[in-house]
Structures are given as C-alpha cells and as structure tokens.
C-alpha cells in the first residue's frame, strides 16, 4: 500500500515568489492535513481538508492557502515568500473521523 | 488544546528500557494521549494513543497514571535505530488525530 506522497521533495524559491506544494494522500483516505515544520517554532499545524473543504485552520497568514480534489489530493500555496517561510512542509492523511494520521516525507522549501 | 512539558533530550544505551515522561497538567476528560515518533527529514510516526491505565503494542507501552496529568511512554530494549524525536500529544480524539499540537518533543539518543 503506497504512503502519503509528496512533491517536490525539495525545493528553492526567491523571496516575493510563490511556490504551490503536492500530496497525494493514501488511497481511501479523505482527510489531508498540513503543518510547516522549523528549527525555531517546530511542528505547527496549517489546515486540514476534508471532502474538499477547509475543516480546521491554525493561526497562519493568509499568504498560505489550500485546496483539496475530488480525488482527495491535496495542493497547498504560498505567496509573496519571505526568508521565514524556509521550513519542511508536511503533509497527513486519515480516513476521516477518529483515525490516525499518516505523515508523507515532506517538502522541504529553501527561501533566498 | 491541553499543553504539554516534556524533557528536551534524554541519553540512554542499546538494551536499555527508556521512559520518556510528559506532563500534561490541564487534560480534559475528553481529552486523549498520543504519542509520535519523528526521524531526521522524515514526518512523524504514530507510536501510541491511550485515555487510562496501561496500553500496549508491538512497539511501546503507555502508561497513564489515575489522575491523568502525566504519562509515560516506556519503550523496551532501545537500538540504536530508535534514536529520533518523541512527541506527546493531548487532545480530543477526533481531532487529535487531525488537527494535532505538536510541542517541543523529547529528542532521544541512543548509544551503542
């Protein structure tokens, strides 16, 4: 059974530019959640996408930004990058209610 | 989301039982204990969840006292391959799993 696949797996971006990150979620599962993942703030979570809809958000700029598809991939955006955005981009996936998450290995994003 | 307190690092040896503590001193009756394992460049691994008492799998034992403001994830004879970052994690089941707090986690190290 493949796992949560992200892509790229590294990336560099030039401050004010935007940057737009895969996951394809396990097969099944319809829940997609994201968090951002640095040396200085650690862990911290981005939103989550259930059947297409944004169900939970954390307490990010609107410069980041998803979306999820009928076929439950999910794409997350940043624009106008800034230095501080540098970070490992990590994606989950469930199958919905009360099960566990699945975390892909990341994308990890260099701003210069 | 109930915060929790955990060692920043702990040492130990290959054989050795390691006991990782985590305070958690605001839990909701609700509220649940997950426990996630993260290597370097990689996303976190569920390792265990438990409410009460005493949970156990293939991989580790969680150990959560009566009053529920700590636990203890105990795993058995360490390698060298479990040197990685230990988070614990309190909060409602269904988004628990989902929308997940991470703290600073427990960075563990193992010798040979």
């Known amino acids: 059974k493949a796992g949560v696949t992200q892509t790229p797996r590294y990336l560099i971006k030039t401050r004010g530019q935007q940057v737009t990150l895969s996951c394809s979620p396990i097969s099944g599962h319809r829940s997609v959640s994201w968090y951002q993942q640095t040396p200085g703030q650690g862990l911290q979570f981005l939103f989550e996408?259930?059947?297409?809809?944004?169900?939970n958000k954390g307490n990010f700029p609107g410069r980041f930004s998803g979306r999820q598809f009928s076929n439950s991939r999910s794409e997350m955006n940043v624009s106008t990058l800034e230095l501080g955005d540098s970070a490992l981009y990590l994606c989950?996936?469930?199958?919905?209610?009360?099960?566990?998450?699945?975390f892909g290995q990341g994308t990890r994003l260099t701003v210069v | 989301l109930a915060k929790t307190t955990q060692p920043i690092s702990m040492d130990s040896y290959e054989g050795q039982e390691v006991n990782i503590t985590c305070s958690h001193n605001n839990i909701a009756t609700n509220d649940y204990i997950t426990w996630y394992q993260q290597f370097p460049s990689q996303g976190p691994r569920f390792i265990i969840q438990?409410?009460?008492t005493k949970v156990t799998n293939e991989v580790a034992s969680l150990f959560i006292p009566a009053d529920r403001k700590s636990s203890t994830l105990s795993l058995p004879r360490v390698s060298l391959s479990d040197t990685a970052v230990y988070y614990c994690?309190?909060?409602?089941?269904?988004?628990?799993?989902?929308?997940?707090?991470f703290g600073s986690g427990t960075r563990l190290q193992v010798q040979p």
């Open positions: 438990g409410y009460k």
């Open positions: 996408y259930f059947s297409e809809t944004q169900r």
């Open positions: 994690l309190v909060g409602p089941l269904d988004t628990g799993r989902r929308a997940l707090t």
């Open positions: 989950a996936s469930s199958r919905g209610e009360n099960t566990e998450a699945f």
